[in-house]
C-alpha cells in the first residue's frame, strides 16, 4: 500500500551534531513514532565544519 511521508527537521551545527529536532508533520509530532524519529536524529553525526552558521535540514521519511 501507499506509505506515509514524515517531515523532520533540524540544524547541523559546526561540530556535526544535530540540534533544534522537530517533527513537522502534525499527526505525528507527539506520538511515540514522532519520539523515536526525534531521539534517532539527535543520535546521528555529520562532517565538521568551519564555515557558516548550523545548517537547517527538513527532510521527508517515507515509511512503509
Same mark, same amino acid.
Given at each position: 500500500g501507499k506509505g506515509k511521508t514524515v517531515k523532520v527537521k533540524w540544524k547541523v551545527r559546526k561540530s556535526g551534531r544535530t540540534s533544534?529536532? !522537530?517533527?513537522v508533520t502534525a499527526s505525528v509530532s507527539g506520538t511515540p513514532l514522532g519520539r523515536c524519529l526525534t531521539k534517532e536524529v !539527535?543520535?546521528?553525526r555529520f562532517p565538521a565544519f568551519r564555515s557558516g552558521d548550523a545548517k537547517p535540514i527538513t527532510f521527508p521519511f517515507k515509511l512503509k
Open positions: 533544534d529536532v !522537530k517533527v !539527535k543520535r546521528w
